[in-house]
């Protein structure tokens, strides 16, 4: 029996998969101190209901996605508008060297991934599926960049890099706060930071500001303009990208174009707002319709490359991020807040500082760079990181 859904009914249906995970997150402990977001939460138990309609042949969904990529490229382009180069340099350069360090981080991820593919027999683009396309990248990026694998000939790289991303969430929480505790313990490291202090971005407005419609407009012509401009690096290139990479490149053109003008205001609380709805919307669509029957031929490499990731992310932030930063009680939390969004998002970085500070002492400096760094400029980096590769090995 085949259940078929038009475009409508398919974004009733995200709709109560979001509401679904809401609910389940809101009562299971477990699920909100690991910062699993909610569509990741529903999307899995709606996937695992059509994967028993499949295991028993007995019912099938058909979805229309039309409106998967545009919440994708929306979601993309509010995140284009979050790249200001004046935030960024106004950090100082601790924040220039942590960015620099993620940057290494992506590469090793990407390079692991691959190698490992290739170990087992995979497609490479396999493997990039558990680099740092789910892991620096999370659900957002995973769901993004594997349709294109796909297409590309990887099969079975949707579900491959959500379930991956899903286990990042999971890990870079887990490992965060013990190697966090280690490296305080053993190098008898103290808290400098007396008080708390709340870093806001002097280009945001106060939230109670009517400009969502503005704030839309803004994102609907960034993403107009972002067609072109894709269009323009596939023709100078003759490479691949990522449909929404042109969008991210015109919403940080218009954001750092316009920063210094009074003129024309950028309303970037509201875009962030509309950016969260997006994601949500796409990762629910992405989710409910994972084919998880493909992983099965997958399991062992599966969890073989995953492990790996799990531990390269925790040598590299005992290490490399600990070391880069300065080796003192705020590099610490920064390591720790490094395992968070190295294999999961921002979120979890903070959730693993806030554990971490709360037993050991603030840290000022480390609640300032991991988000800047995690938030509003990796994702640039890593997008093009992983189209480099995705080209090498397509």
Request: charged residues 10%; negative net charge.
């Amino acid at each position: 029996m085949t259940i078929s859904f038009d475009i409508i009914q398919t974004i009733a249906v995200a709709v109560m998969v979001l509401y679904l995970g809401n609910f389940i997150r809101n009562k299971i402990h477990f699920l909100e101190r690991f910062c699993i977001p909610a569509p990741v939460i529903g999307g899995i138990i709606f996937s695992i209901i059509v994967l028993i309609g499949y295991m028993t042949n007995y019912y099938h969904f058909e979805f229309d996605t039309a409106l998967q990529s545009v919440f994708m490229t929306a979601f993309f382009t509010t995140i284009g508008f979050s790249a200001s180069l004046k935030v960024l340099k106004e950090g100082g350069i601790k924040v220039f060297i942590f960015l620099a360090v993620v940057i290494v981080l992506v590469i090793l991820q990407d390079i692991l991934g691959i190698s490992l593919a290739k170990l087992f027999g995979l497609n490479p683009l396999i493997g990039l599926s558990t680099g740092s396309v789910p892991m620096v990248g999370g659900h957002g990026t995973a769901g993004a960049f594997a349709p294109v694998f796909e297409d590309l000939g990887a099969s079975g790289a949707v579900t491959v890099a959500m379930a991956s991303a899903t286990f990042g969430l999971i890990a870079g929480s887990m490992i965060g706060g013990p190697l966090g505790k280690r490296l305080v313990e053993k190098n008898d490291l103290r808290s400098t930071d007396t008080e708390r202090i709340v870093i806001v971005d002097s280009s945001q407005e106060d939230s109670s500001d009517s400009k969502f419609a503005q704030a839309a407009y803004q994102i609907i012509i960034a993403m107009g303009i972002g067609t072109v401009i894709s269009k323009i690096l596939v023709l100078v290139t003759g490479q691949t990208f990522p449909e929404y990479l042109g969008a991210m490149f015109a919403a940080a053109i218009i954001r750092n174009a316009t920063e210094s003008s009074s003129k024309f205001d950028i309303h970037i609380d509201k875009i962030e707002t509309i950016g969260n709805f997006c994601l949500s919307m796409f990762l629910a669509m992405a989710l409910m319709t994972l084919k998880l029957w493909e992983l099965a031929d997958l399991a062992l490499p599966l969890l073989v490359m995953l492990g790996a990731q799990t531990i390269l992310m925790a040598i590299f932030a005992y290490y490399v991020t600990f070391s880069a930063m300065g080796k003192d009680y705020d590099a610490a939390v920064i390591a720790c807040g490094n395992c968070g969004f190295g294999m999961g998002a921002t979120p979890n970085a903070m959730a693993n500082m806030q554990a971490m500070t709360s037993k050991f002492g603030y840290s000022k400096k480390a609640f300032f760079i991991v988000p800047l760094v995690g938030s509003l400029f990796i994702d640039f980096v890593n997008t093009t990181i992983i189209t480099i590769f995705m080209n090498m090995f397509s």
